[in-house]
């Protein structure tokens, strides 16, 4: 199944044929067959599917991660497919932001100094300061994570991931650790954030209430996109519950 760009659409990311094999020994598993997507501008995506769909691997080769056994993705135009190591890096670096369902902060710094372990790398970042701020976190600046509950932590993460201002934010079950009303806070620093930096934005979820505050639902099985739609209207995050 093909998910393309609508007629005059210039996509951020585009992608061809992805395909990847993991091999243990003699076992290959299949996670992708042959997956064919774009990505276009500003849009909010949703990935739905079970474990062992493909989501997170077709995620990982969107954002640089990981690299496809066959098939094509561009950025921009430009191809991702056969980047060396440090071409991959540097794509990573100034384009893309990830969010992941375990927060990965250092415990010895501070919600601002997690924050600066990206800016002090990035071309053209936000501070620490502003990338807590958008996630509702200004007051919050100076805690440790041991300080901070679940949903903080995982708002600090996304603080630090869009701190570099990045064109494609690629967020893995960001809520797959946290209750109702603590994801809601989490999807709602994500929603803001894709308001104020228009940035392509894909999450990966298992829970199906998240799709309608996406533009675009995409359903993965089997390593194949199986179905696609599109929401008439986005649901705000705080209209959501399960």
């Known amino acids: ?36 997507l774009d990505l276009l501008p500003g849009e909010l995506v949703v990935l739905l599917g079970p474990s062992g769909s493909g989501k997170s691997t077709l995620l990982n080769i969107l954002g640089g991660l990981d690299t496809a056994s066959a098939g094509e993705v561009w950025f921009r135009g430009n191809s991702l497919t056969h980047l060396d190591e440090r071409g991959l890096t540097r794509f990573r670096r100034e384009h893309v ?7 990965n902060l250092i415990p010895s710094l501070t919600a601002a100094e997690n924050v600066a372990l990206v800016t002090e790398i990035a071309a053209r ?6 990338a807590l701020e958008l996630v509702g976190l200004g007051a919050r600046l100076h805690h440790f994570p041991a300080q901070l509950s679940g949903g903080e932590q995982q708002r600090v993460a996304i603080a630090r991931a869009i701190a570099k201002r990045p064109d494609i934010l690629l967020c893995d079950e960001p ?11 989490v999807l ?8 104020e930096l228009g940035t ?13 505050m996406s533009d675009r639902v995409l359903v993965m099985g089997d390593g194949h996109i199986t179905e696609e ?3 008439p209207r986005r649901r705000a995050a705080r209209e959501l519950s399960w």
């Open 188 to 195: 709602e620093a994500i929603e803001h954030i894709h308001a």
């Open 229 to 231: 739609r599109r929401n």
């Open 1 to 36: 199944m093909s998910t393309a760009a609508p007629a005059g659409g210039v996509p951020t990311l585009h992608a061809r044929g992805l395909t990847k094999v993991y091999r243990t020994g003699e076992v290959e598993v299949q996670a992708l067959r042959g997956v064919d």
């Open 125 to 130: 970042p936000m501070s620490p300061e502003a």
């Open 175 to 185: 809520t797959g650790a946290l209750d109702s009303h603590t994801g809601v806070r």
């Open 97 to 103: 932001g990830f969010v992941f369902q375990f927060y």
């Open 200 to 212: 392509t934005t894909v999450l990966i979820t298992h829970n199906a209430v998240i799709a309608d």
